[in-house]
């Protein structure tokens, strides 16, 4: 069954540093795969998305995630972290019509 | 545009109490979606809905129960609420069932059953 194991569930970083939150993915197919963040009482916002068409997927807010095939693996990368960017990030895989599987998630915080 | 709604946002109950949890969205999605979410475990599908009239099934479905009479509205209930069922809930949308389609979410329900 499809599955994604995120790497760490909690982050800490300096604002201005740069963030990288890992993924691993487990998929029998080719899947899809996506970024949601999740700011405090909120619900989850799309980030980015890979489908296939680049292994290099650009998001929102300046954050991108590099699909590896042989690592199974997509990371989401920002370069410089702002302070707005504390929030809690998941990671979710999908390989099949309505069956959309989350990781535990990761939560970021950003020091000043 | 107020995309994916939830009510209530907060509720307590006493273990053996019912509930039902609104989900209305505005966007004519055919798709919707009940999710939990528990520290450490991520998001889990509940049941969800192909269109109105239609439910089915996810992951975690014991113990709640889903009806979409309209295709704007997606309710979960719980007929007799267990401390097990202490989550916070989001209800999702989506305009297309092909793979690869992202969801829109709501603000979540946080429920707690003592």
């Known amino acids: 069954a499809q599955s994604v194991t995120q790497l760490g569930s909690h982050v800490s970083v300096s604002e201005g540093a740069l963030v990288l939150l890992r993924c691993n993915y487990s998929?029998?197919?080719?899947?899809?795969l996506f970024w949601y963040v999740q700011y405090p009482n909120q619900g989850l916002q799309l980030l980015l998305k890979y489908t296939s068409a680049a292994t290099l997927v650009k998001g929102i807010n300046g954050f991108e995630a590099e699909f590896k095939k042989s690592e199974t693996s997509f990371h989401l990368t920002k370069p410089s972290a702002h302070m707005s960017d504390a929030a809690e990030y998941f990671c979710a895989v999908s390989d099949r019509k309505f069956d959309m599987r989350f990781g535990a998630g990761t939560r970021l915080t950003v020091k000043p | 545009n107020a995309g994916v709604t939830q009510t209530p946002k907060f509720r307590v109950l006493k273990t053996g109490q019912s509930m039902t949890l609104l989900c209305a969205q505005d966007?004519?999605?055919?798709?919707m979606y009940w999710y939990r979410q528990d520290p450490g475990m991520g998001l889990r599908l509940i049941h969800y809905s192909v269109g109105e009239g239609t439910t089915a099934k996810g992951e975690v479905p014991d113990g709640y129960n889903v009806s979409r009479l309209k295709k704007q509205n997606f309710l979960l209930g719980l007929e007799s609420a267990a401390p097990s069922q202490t989550s916070v809930y989001f209800c999702?949308?989506?305009?297309?069932?092909?793979?690869?389609?992202?969801?829109?979410f709501g603000s979540g329900t946080r429920l707690t059953v003592v």
């Open positions: 999702a949308s989506s305009y297309d069932d092909r793979v690869g389609h992202g969801y829109t």
């Open positions: 998929s029998s197919v080719p899947p899809y």
């Open positions: 966007m004519n999605h055919e798709y």
